[in-house]
Structures are given as C-alpha cells and as structure tokens.
Nanobody
Framework: QVQLVESGGGLVQAGGSLRLSCRASGITFSIFAMSWYRQAPGKQRELVATVTSGMGTNYADSVKGRFTISRDNAKNTVNLQMNSLRPEDTGVYYC?????????WGQGTQVTVSS
C-alpha cells in the first residue's frame, strides 16, 4: 500500500518559519520525483517545489529564495523548509510522488500564516 505521511503544518506568524516533512512507503522512493503543492481556499492547486530523482530542484517564482526542498532517499523523506512566511503562503500543502504514470498524493497539511 502506498502511503505519503505528512507532518509539520501549523500556525505561524508572518516572517516566521516552518518545516514540512513527508515520508513515503510502498514505492521505490529514489526513482520518484517529489513535489509540494498547495491550495488556498477558493483557489486552484499550485506547484510549489519539486526535487527530481536526480536531485535537481524547481520552485515557483513566489517562493524562490524563501523555500528549500530536499530529499533523503535513505529515509524515504522529502522536506520543505519554509522561511520568511507570508499570509499568502496560507493553504493546504500536499506531498506528491510521481514516476511516469504513477502519481500519489498525501492527505494534505494545513499551513496558516497570520499577519
């Protein structure tokens, strides 16, 4: 059974930091591209950051310089370090694992940034 288990969400003040973690099981983790998405209320889900199987990274323009995505293949874990948080970063954050046609999602974790 494939599972993506997220942790680290919560409430934080603007300018603060938060680290999200996602641990995967049931997949050959190292070959999957791992991503974080987020969805604000009434908004479309958007891609925040990706780390590929080759360790390359990509970020949405809105988070460049503030967020860092990383993976630990030995622990089947992907992390998202979020610094200098803004109210517009508020939303449900989802962990995603993708390999060719295989696409899996975590349950989502709430991040709320107060002004």
């Amino acid at each position: 059974q494939v599972q993506l288990v997220e942790s680290g969400g919560g409430l934080v003040q603007a300018g603060g930091s938060l680290r999200l973690s996602c641990r995967a099981s049931g997949i050959t983790f190292s070959i999957f591209a791992m991503s974080w998405y987020r969805q604000a209320p009434g908004k479309q889900r958007e891609l925040v950051a990706t780390v590929t199987s080759g360790m390359g990274t990509n970020y949405a323009d809105s988070v460049k310089g503030r967020f860092t995505i990383s993976r630990d293949n030995a622990k089947n874990t992907v992390n998202l370090q979020m610094n200098s948080l803004r109210p517009e970063d508020t939303g449900v954050y989802y962990c995603n694992a993708k390999f060719v046609r295989n696409n899996y999602w975590g349950q989502g974790t709430q991040v709320t940034v107060s002004s």
